[in-house]
């Protein structure tokens, strides 16, 4: 079976054989044997430097491998003790993932076969899932998969989706109700995170995110895995429901099931592990990687949704102002308020919209 034609490209601290097809476009592109997309790099950054940190992870499953450069530079810039396996169904992908362990001198266990059914057999202390699309079909036996205090990463491209653009679609895959908001970024994220704490809560298990974000045409997050009942029980607790005015800029967490969700109410992020993350040089794209880090770090202890400051204006009738000038207004007045990693024009803050649109009208800036 004939390879596409490849071409040899450095991502971080590793080499790699690509299709030649799947470097000269930009954003997903299209689905084939070997699969590679150069704007995920900063995902995979980020993968790398989590790791990096955590450091813990014995058995890593790279679900859907393509490539295998996801697998491959976590073992070679995160955990080289790591026992390595990359799955991909495509025999054509398996072969070009052999060639660039080779290439790389890397170790790792390549399976031809469908990722559940290796998944239903095997168990492991990391386990990727970043396909085509959807994560949906995938989660049910990754959380069975998953050690106790493992970690799964888990990528989602079926962004119109998550955001409310096909509500028939997002009922059917992650049985929840959505509609299209102005902070649609994080309504993906938090919808996508009780998909998983549901499935999860299935099997007696809990979820704890370490990580999220969104990022160009897709949204990621990392999530922690703990095992037993009463922690399941716990864990949908922080499961509730998205009241939202027509235009999104009012909106209250609620218990109504009614309205939109379920979506995951509590932090995205873990602030410890957010804390203790380092940015270093080697990596592919560092300073992206920094400027992201950071906006997470603002945001941590922040609560859900955002507003932008020119939605505000548009409902105060006047120019919008800077946003760190409206944040340092806001925090004067006791009301926690930060940037976000969403969106450079919107802030995250307890304030409601009538007391945003007072600041803006009252010249308190």
């Known amino acids: 079976m004939a390879l596409p034609e490849l071409v040899k490209i450095r991502e971080g601290q590793v080499e790699v054989f690509v299709p030649k097809s799947t470097v000269e476009g930009k954003g997903p592109g299209k689905k084939m044997p070997g699969f590679y997309n150069p704007a995920m790099s900063l995902c995979r950054d980020i993968n790398v430097l989590l790791l990096r940190t955590i450091g813990r992870a014995a058995d890593v499953l790279d679900a859907l491998s393509a490539t295998g450069v996801r697998g491959i530079r976590i073992k070679a810039e995160a955990l080289p003790n790591a026992l390595l396996v990359l799955c991909d169904k495509d025999l054509r992908a398996c072969k070009i993932i052999e060639k660039n362990l080779r290439l ?14 290796l998944m239903a057999e095997q168990r492991f202390d990391y386990i990727d899932i970043d396909p085509y ?55 993906a994220i938090r919808i996508l995170l009780g998909f998983v704490a549901r499935i999860a809560a299935m099997h007696d298990r809990a979820i ?26 716990k864990c949908l607790e922080n499961l509730r429901y998205l009241k ?64 932008n400051i020119n939605d505000v204006a548009r409902v105060a009738k006047v120019s919008p102002p800077r946003v760190e000038r409206i944040i340092k207004a806001l925090r004067s007045m006791g009301y926690t308020a930060t940037k976000t990693q969403f969106c450079g024009e919107c802030v995250k803050t307890d304030a409601d919209l009538r007391t945003m649109v007072r600041i803006l009208k009252g010249g308190v800036l």
């Open 133 to 187: 699309g959807t994560p949906a079909p995938y989660m049910d036996a990754a959380i069975q998969s998953i050690r106790k205090g493992g970690i799964l990463g888990i990528t989602a491209t079926d962004v119109a989706v998550l955001c409310g653009r096909y509500p028939r679609t997002a009922k059917r895959r992650y049985m929840c109700g959505v509609r299209r908001l102005p902070f649609y970024k994080e309504f």
């Open 104 to 117: 790389n001198k890397i170790t790792g266990i390549v399976h031809c076969r469908s990722a559940n059914a």
């Open 208 to 233: 704890f995110p370490v990580l999220s974000h969104a990022t160009e045409h897709y949204i990621r997050v990392y999530v922690q895995v703990d095992w037993g009942a009463g922690k399941a029980d």
């Open 244 to 307: 939202a005015s027509n235009d999104g800029l009012e909106f209250e967490i609620c218990d109504d099931a009614n309205m939109l969700g379920p979506i995951w109410a509590s932090s995205i992020h873990d602030p410890s592990v957010i804390k203790s993350l380092r940015v270093y040089s080697t990596l592919h794209n560092p300073g992206s990687v920094e400027k992201l880090v950071e906006r997470i770090r603002e945001e941590c202890k922040a609560p859900p949704f955002y507003r």
